[in-house]
């Protein structure tokens, strides 16, 4: 006995890809058909008029300077860095952790003597490192953008003077000289 099942679903048909297309209308002529239609000639793209010669790429995609009215109170931030840069130089702190605030001869001459510091206390030369603290901070505003700091450093029993000169660079200070007595 084999029972017979009706279904009320029935088969679906799928078409196939039509065989015609409309022909295909170039873009230029369209663009021309367009322009004669609205009374003008169609749009052409020209090369940018710019004039190089006169910039240099230092003006162009150097660093930018800042007005003075564009940066922070350059004491405070004067403070931080000295102290970071002095962290630097007696190997407690990586010095990546001040190459974007230093300019590229500062920041070598900091990474240089923070690695021969961080060498020395690895091989047994200073047992301890001292935490050197910035004790005070006195800036003078010679021009627009331009901050130089004399700052005060105790080491333990040792005191240290430390000038720093800062520019305005990109929105933010940025240090270009530094002299540590």
């Given amino acids: 006995m084999s029972a017979t099942v009706t279904s009320h679903l029935r088969p679906v048909t799928v078409p196939g890809p039509t065989t ?17 239609a609205l009374g003008h000639p169609g749009y052409i793209q020209d090369a940018l008029a ?41 190997g407690l702190r ?8 230093t300019t590229p001869q500062v920041y070598a001459v900091v990474a240089r003597r923070g690695a021969l510091a961080a060498r020395r206390r690895a091989t047994g030369g200073r047992a301890r490192a001292q935490r050197a603290i910035v004790r005070s901070v006195h800036v003078c505003e010679p021009a627009d953008g331009v901050a130089e700091c004399s700052v005060v450093v ?28």
């Fill in 20 to 36: 015609r297309r409309p022909p295909a209308i170039p873009l230029v002529e369209a663009l021309r058909r367009s322009a004669d």
């Fill in 154 to 181: 105790s080491e333990g029993a040792r005191v240290r003077a430390m000038a720093v000169r800062l520019s305005g660079q990109d929105g933010r200070w940025r240090v270009e000289a530094l002299q540590i007595g």
């Fill in 94 to 101: 990586p010095a990546a952790q001040v190459v974007r605030w």
């Fill in 50 to 90: 710019v004039d190089l010669a006169s910039a240099s790429d230092e003006q162009m995609f150097g660093p930018q300077s800042t007005a003075r009215a564009d940066l922070p109170e350059p004491g405070p931030w004067a403070t931080q860095i000295a102290q970071a840069i002095v962290e630097v130089m007696s």
